[in-house]
Each structure stands twice: as structure tokens, then as C-alpha cells.
């Protein structure tokens, strides 16, 4: 059968900050930018799962888009959406929530609710213009 790659567009708010303690706060500063305000800030993030595997002989699914939305509802958006990622989700607690780390921490919440024979692909959007995608390698 062929193999398709379906994909599913979610959303969630989230403020961070982006810092390494071992570092002081000039240089925290010096790489990151703004993006190391004390303070937090928020980024609107667009989220783009996407599935491969083969189309199903008797549905023509490769996978039911309404289990995927669901799955991204309860271990994504319910976990990060309106969250401060740095003192509200574990998973940040010693990770520095950057929007690579953030692709990583989905990847791996929605691989361990979708059965291994589908290739998984995340792509996050923290602006517009700048994302990152993570295929688990
Ligand atoms: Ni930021």
C-alpha cells in the first residue's frame, strides 16, 4: 500500500525564559537576548504533527485525524497551553525551554501514544518565521 504523511496543525501560548544558571546574567544577556528577560515573555506557538504510514485497504486513512487532534489536545496543549514553561512543566525544570528542546519534549509525549509503525515528525513554530522540525534523531 502507499505510504502517506498526514499532518495535523494545533496551537498553544506559552511564556519562557531562556537561560543556563551556570552562566551569569550579562552573559545569559549576551547569547540570548531578550529571550533571557528575568521577567518571561510568551510566544504563539504553531505546532504541525505529522504521520507516515501506509493508507489503511478498508478506512483509506493512514490515521484518524479526529484520535491525532485529541492525542495533541491532552498531552500537548493541555500540558504547555498558557503555561510558564520554566516553572509549570516538568520536563523544563533543568531543560532550557528553547523551541528545539520544546519540538524534543513533544516528540517525545505524542511517541509514546502513537504505535511505533508510524514514522513521527514535529515541526514547531515559535514566530513566524523561525521553526525547527525533529524526527527522533
Ligand atoms: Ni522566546
Request: charged fraction near 30%; include cysteine; charge should be negative.
Amino acid at each position: 500500500m502507499p505510504r502517506v504523511t498526514v499532518h495535523r496543525k494545533a496551537h498553544f501560548n506559552a511564556a519562557h525564559r531562556l537561560f543556563n544558571p551556570k552562566w551569569t546574567d550579562d552573559k545569559n544577556f549576551e547569547v540570548f537576548g531578550k529571550c533571557s528577560n528575568p521577567n518571561y515573555h510568551g510566544h504563539n506557538y504553531e505546532l504541525i504533527v505529522s504521520l507516515t504510514g501506509e493508507v489503511d485497504a478498508e478506512t483509506g486513512y493512514v490515521y484518524d485525524l479526529g484520535i491525532l487532534k485529541d492525542l495533541i489536545k491532552t498531552e500537548i496543549e493541555d500540558a504547555f497551553d498558557h503555561k510558564n514553561l520554566n516553572l509549570e512543566v516538568e520536563e523544563f525544570e533543568k531543560l532550557n525551554p528553547s523551541v528545539e528542546n520544546i519540538a524534543v519534549v513533544t516528540y517525545d509525549k505524542l511517541r509514546k501514544v502513537i504505535e511505533k509503525e508510524y514514522d513521527l515528525t514535529i515541526t514547531l513554530y515559535e514566530t513566524p518565521r523561525n521553526f525547527v522540525t525533529y524526527s527522533g534523531s
